[in-house]
């Protein structure tokens, strides 16, 4: 297969058969790594909170096929789904699907929950799951009101301007 795991592990074992070890990509990165619980001022709702258990669980699913990391729901439905194209074009995919079924963009609620996950056997030498400071204007653009990440195997690539944004535009972040 051509899945990012099939390639990257061909790279890496080509690499590792010339004598080359690949350390952890993080290993420098730690601090950047979400920790773990509410990261913003703003914990999720109860609404939130069953979208992040159910998108889990979808997100999950999906991994043992290298598809992708991210999943967008709203009310504990499956909105969108990450390929090729990234997160932050699945979320705006998911949005403007929202918006045709709720009609005026003006009117848009804050329905979707986006759930962000590392693989159960995610390689942190790379394709670490990453988030920066654009992902949150795109969530807020989208109408999503909450990101769920694994605490440790996610990247916040800006730190604490994300929570800083998310909290500034009423997104709330969590981790397990």
């Known amino acids: 297969t051509r899945s990012t795991d099939s390639l990257l592990g ?28 509410v990261l913003t ?13 159910y998108g889990r669980g979808v997100a999950m699913n999906l991994a043992q096929y290298d598809i992708g990391q991210t999943v967008v729901i709203a009310e504990s439905a499956c909105v969108a789904v990450e390929a090729m194209e990234g997160t932050d074009a699945t979320i705006e995919r998911a949005g403007l699907l929202m918006r045709s079924l709720e009609g005026d963009a003006s009117t848009l609620s804050r329905t979707l929950t986006v759930v962000k996950i590392a693989k159960p056997n995610q390689d ?45 535009v009423g997104v709330s972040i969590v981790t397990e």
């Open 124 to 168: 942190m030498r790379f394709d670490v799951p990453v988030v920066g400071l654009k992902t949150i204007g795109v969530m807020h653009k989208a109408g999503a009101s909450c990101l769920a990440l694994d605490a440790g195997r996610c990247l916040l690539l800006d730190g604490a301007a994300i929570i800083d944004e998310a909290d500034r």
């Open 10 to 37: 061909a790279v890496a074992k080509v690499l590792g058969d010339e004598g080359i070890v690949l350390e952890n990509s993080t290993a420098l990165l730690e601090p950047l790594l979400a920790k773990s619980g």
């Open 41 to 53: 001022k703003r914990a999720p709702t109860s609404t939130e909170s069953k979208n992040i258990d």
